[in-house]
Nanobody, 125 residues
């Protein structure tokens, strides 16, 4: 069983910075990729960023490109999302997710097998 635990969410002012962390555990943890997705009230869950676990290739939604950075520490089984210059439109519950199947589109929720419980990020104007 794989467990993902997010941390680092909270209230931040627009233009400030925030870093989310996601610690993974479990004997069977061997992802091909990990990602961050978010869900605002009454909205569908949407892709934010993803990273290939072995090669470190990154993928971003257009809405966060240039502002957010995803990274991972393989030794710690941890993935991060550095959020710079957040906007009120970034307010959402942020979910960490891990996928174990190659070839699926990284920007689709269906590409992920395991999910964290989510952490709230609120950006005030």
């Amino acid at each position: 069983q794989v467990q993902l635990v997010e941390s680092g969410g909270g209230l931040v002012q627009a233009g400030d910075s925030l870093r989310l962390s996601c610690a993974a555990s479990g004997r069977t943890f061997s992802p091909t990729h990990m990602g961050w997705l978010r869900q605002a009230p009454w909205q569908e869950r949407e892709f934010v960023a993803a990273i290939s676990w072995n090669g470190g290739t990154t993928y971003y939604a257009d809405s966060v490109k240039g502002r957010f950075t995803i990274s991972r520490d393989s030794a710690k089984n941890t993935v991060y999302l550095q959020m710079n210059s957040p906007k009120p439109a970034d307010t959402a519950v942020y979910y960490c997710a891990a996928g174990s199947i190659e070839g699926l589109p990284r920007n689709s929720p269906g590409a992920y097998d395991y999910w964290g419980q989510g952490t709230q990020v609120t950006v005030s104007s």
